[in-house]
């Protein structure tokens, strides 16, 4: 009300002064508020992108050795050692739980499978049954298991590994990585999309001096868009 006031009492000039004045402030906020989140953008880009700068490398390169897995196959080594479980360790195995169900082997079986086959079977469940306990152990880029008769104490452990290649395509994938595993690749996830979203922010800013950006933008979803809905066969 004052300012209007003071525009009514003030010469044409006077009020022109004004009302420029008042446009240069309200520029002056918008573009100190656009240089604000600008600058955020700016920080949080480059923080998200250092952090998931080499995730996204290795995340790539085993997109394109996904995607040709038929052509770039590795040669399993597979490892079978045996051994015969001394009585007084068998015993440790006890009755057990019942037929088909798991439980975590008792620590002096444990301890000796580690030792005499150097089997990783700590803190893994064994299935139990009337003639054996078995343990199977998955793992990135490979698998093993382990099989101990619960008469005679005779003991196969086989270690199979698949390569580098494989061990890094099950790490894409999140198969049997375990819970800590897990829960980086939600981080990352979460990293990620941040990394993308405060680049649009950035291109959304610079588009006024670069016209070809939001065609490259549209290029992006469009192109795969086109070819998923049409190219892409069950």
Known sequence: MAEGANLQAAGPEDAERLKAEKAARKAHKAKVRR?????QARV????TGAA????????????ITLNHAGQIEGQPVVIEKTAVMP????VQLGDGPAEGETAILPAPVTAWLEKELGAPVSRKAGEWSDAEVYVGMPKPGGDAWLSVDRETGDVIFENTDRGPISWLNDLHKG????????????VFS???ILFCIT??????MHAPRRPPTWFIVGAGLVVPALIAVFLVHV
């Not at 949080?44 to 923080?47: G, L």
């Not at 009585?87 to 068998?90: A, F, G, M, S, T």
């Not at 049997?176 to 829960?183: A, E, H, K, L, R």
């Not at 680049?199 to 959304?204: E, I, K, S, T, Y």
């Open 35 to 39: 240089l604000f989140w600008m600058t």
């Open 44 to 47: 949080w880009h480059w923080i």
């Open 52 to 63: 998931t700068l080499v995730g996204m490398l290795l995340f790539a390169v085993t997109g």
């Open 87 to 90: 009585q007084e360790i068998l």
């Open 175 to 186: 198969r049997n990585t375990g819970p800590v595993w897990f829960w980086f690749l939600d």
């Open 190 to 192: 979460v990293a990620a």
């Open 199 to 204: 680049g649009l922010v950035l291109l959304w």
